[in-house]
């Protein structure tokens, strides 16, 4: 098993930036795949960012290229999203996720979630 909670999220204008974190216990966490994902009300859950074990590969959905980045401390069992640039189109709850094998895009691919952080991007 392993247990995510994010933190970082919360209300920032338009044009400004917000560091998500997601802190893993549990199993070993450099064993493991971590993704971003988010879900506004009514919305299904889609994938925002994603990196490997290693931290040398990186995967990102389009609308948010060039303005997120994901990392990972393995030493401190945590994945950071860095947001810039916010939009109000970025107003979701996100989640972190985790997988013990390669990229995925796919939300039922994760057997582990955290609870999410609200980031809402005001106008």
């Known amino acids: 098993q392993v247990q995510l909670v994010e933190s970082g999220g919360g209300l920032v204008q338009a044009g400004g930036s917000l560091r998500l974190s997601c802190a893993a216990s549990?199993?070993?966490?450099?064993?493991?795949?971590m993704g971003w994902f988010r879900q506004a009300p009514g919305k299904e859950r889609e994938f925002v960012a994603g990196i490997s074990w290693s931290g040398i590969r990186t995967y990102y959905a389009d609308s948010v290229k060039g303005r997120f980045t994901i990392s990972r401390d393995n030493a401190k069992n945590t994945v950071y999203l860095q947001m810039n640039s916010l939009k109000p189109e970025d107003t979701h709850l996100y989640y972190c996720a985790a997988r013990s094998v390669t990229h995925s895009y796919t939300p039922k691919d994760y057997p582990y979630w955290g609870q999410g952080t609200q980031v809402t991007v005001s106008s």
């Open positions: 549990g199993r070993t966490f450099s064993n493991y795949f």
